[in-house]
Structures are given as structure tokens and as C-alpha cells.
């Protein structure tokens, strides 16, 4: 299965390697397909004083440092057209923030790279509408024929799954959206985003962590290509999404209750 881990937004250069050391089992796991996560620039936080992390051409020296030293494949997000071709020389993955899943310019850059475009789906989107998205990454890589599983996954387009938008500051999983996805792309569940409470804390989003295990136990059950876990050595200092990661030493039997469950 593809398992994306690490911390919402490159921190120190000292708790990123913390952090990448404590991810090796699962880079060596043969069942699981591994990758590192981190953004270089979080563009999309709730205040303008918020940490956004290092930008790009800090954060890509230190994502690439990563890379060399401890051999991951590296996932990170990009906000703007222009970012793509540089930052798809280090990461293996560009992933496309839900706000902007809409957003062709940005989705056409990515399809542009050799890198492979994880696309996640809008809080405010059906996931039928996602097809779209899709496709405009099919399209821009040579493909013009009907959306399938097996052509997005040929051509290297992935859509994840981080919930919907219900009532005021909260997100709801429709855990029909990851069968609706599936039959037309390979389809991850980001189950530390999907128990965000958005801008419910104040100047930053806020978020219940203890319910990042049954949701994602639900999502191994209806059948996803892989899982998302932001996580950290100490989620209470982190800079970014503290308030939904799962700590690091409560990842390892997670994941072993996934393998458990998981339908392929």
C-alpha cells in the first residue's frame, strides 16, 4: 500500500531529520510503498501570521537532503504554475492542495513534469467532479480517451480524499467518495486532514486526533490505494496542524491495523 508520512511543513533542519529517522521502518517495509511528506510553503494558512515554512528554495535543499540521506521518495505541495518544474526535480509526487483541485494552469504545469500529480479532492466538491480534475492531467500527458483507474494510474494521477466541508468548523468523511474516486483514479485517504476543525481555533485550524485511528480502520475496510499521516514527534510543538497529527510511536500499530483490514 502507499503510505505518505511526515510533518505538515518543513520545521528545523534538526526536527525534519528527527522526524525522516523515525519513518525508516516503513521505507524498508516491502508491503509499503513510502513517502515522505512536508511542504516547503504552507500558502493556505488561516492567519497571515502563521508559520509558512522555509519557501521554496530553502525547503527543496533541505527536501532533498532527505532524499539523499535517508533514500525516500518525497511528496510535496505546490501553490503556483511556476513551481512546478523546479520542484519536481526533488519530489517524486506534486500534490495539489484541495482549494486549488480545480485550478487547470496549475493542474496542466504539474502533468508537464515527470513527477506523479496527487490531486486532493476540494471540501467543497463531489468526488464525481473530481473525474475533471483528472482528466486534465490525462490529457495534458498525451491521453484523451475515457477516465479509468488503470489510465490514471498508468500516467501517474492520484486523488486523496480529505473530507468535506459540514456545517461551520468541521469536515465530515463520506466514505462513499473513496469508492466513487476509485473507479476512476488510485485513491488515498489523508486521515489527519480529515479530522481538521477549519479556522475553529482561533487563528488556526483546530482538529481531534483521536478519531485519525477509526476513520482511517473504515477507510482499510472500504478499499483505498494508500493513506496519509501527517505526524510528529510531538504534535503540541508543531508548527503546522498540531491539533490532527498522530504522534509517531501511535503510527506503527496503526499501520499494522490497516494491513489487517485493508481490501484491495
Given at each position: ?5 511526515g ?13 525522516a ?144 466541508s ?31 476543525m ?34 510528529h ?8 496542524d ?23
Amino acid at each position: 500500500m502507499i503510505l505518505i508520512a511526515g510533518p505538515c511543513v518543513l520545521e528545523s533542519r534538526d526536527n525534519v531529520f528527527k522526524i525522516a529517522e523515525e519513518l525508516k521502518e516503513y521505507s524498508e517495509d516491502c508491503s509499503i510503498d513510502f513517502y515522505f511528506k512536508a511542504s516547503f510553503d504552507k500558502a493556505n494558512r488561516t492567519s497571515i501570521d502563521s508559520f509558512r515554512g522555509p519557501g521554496v528554495d530553502e525547503g527543496l535543499k533541505l527536501l532533498e537532503e532527505v532524499k539523499k540521506e535517508f533514500g525516500y521518495k518525497i511528496l510535496t505541495d505546490i501553490h503556483e504554475s511556476s513551481q512546478a518544474s523546479v520542484v519536481s526535480e526533488v519530489a517524486d509526487v506534486l500534490q495539489i492542495p484541495a482549494f486549488l483541485c480545480r485550478q487547470t494552469d496549475l493542474l496542466v504545469a504539474a502533468a508537464n513534469t515527470a513527477s506523479i500529480v496527487n490531486i486532493k479532492k476540494g471540501q467543497f466538491l463531489a468526488p464525481q467532479a473530481m473525474e475533471h480534475s483528472v482528466k486534465k492531467v490525462l490529457k495534458t500527458r498525451g491521453f484523451n480517451g475515457d477516465v479509468s483507474y488503470s489510465e490514471a494510474k498508468k500516467y501517474g494521477v492520484w486523488l486523496t480524499e480529505r473530507g468535506s466541508s459540514f456545517g461551520y468548523g468541521n469536515l465530515v468523511v463520506d466514505m462513499r467518495s473513496l469508492v466513487v474516486m476509485r473507479e476512476f483514479a488510485p485513491t488515498i485517504f489523508d486521515a489527519t486532514h480529515s479530522v481538521q476543525m477549519p479556522a475553529s481555533g482561533g487563528a488556526s485550524s483546530g482538529g481531534d486526533s483521536s478519531f485519525v485511528p477509526p476513520l482511517s480502520r473504515a477507510a482499510a475496510a472500504v478499499g483505498v490505494d494508500g493513506f496519509f499521516f501527517e505526524t510528529h514527534f510531538d504534535p503540541s510543538i508543531a508548527l503546522s496542524d498540531g491539533a490532527n497529527m498522530i504522534k509517531l510511536d501511535k503510527l506503527k500499530e496503526l499501520v499494522e491495523q490497516i494491513k489487517q483490514i485493508q481490501i484491495i
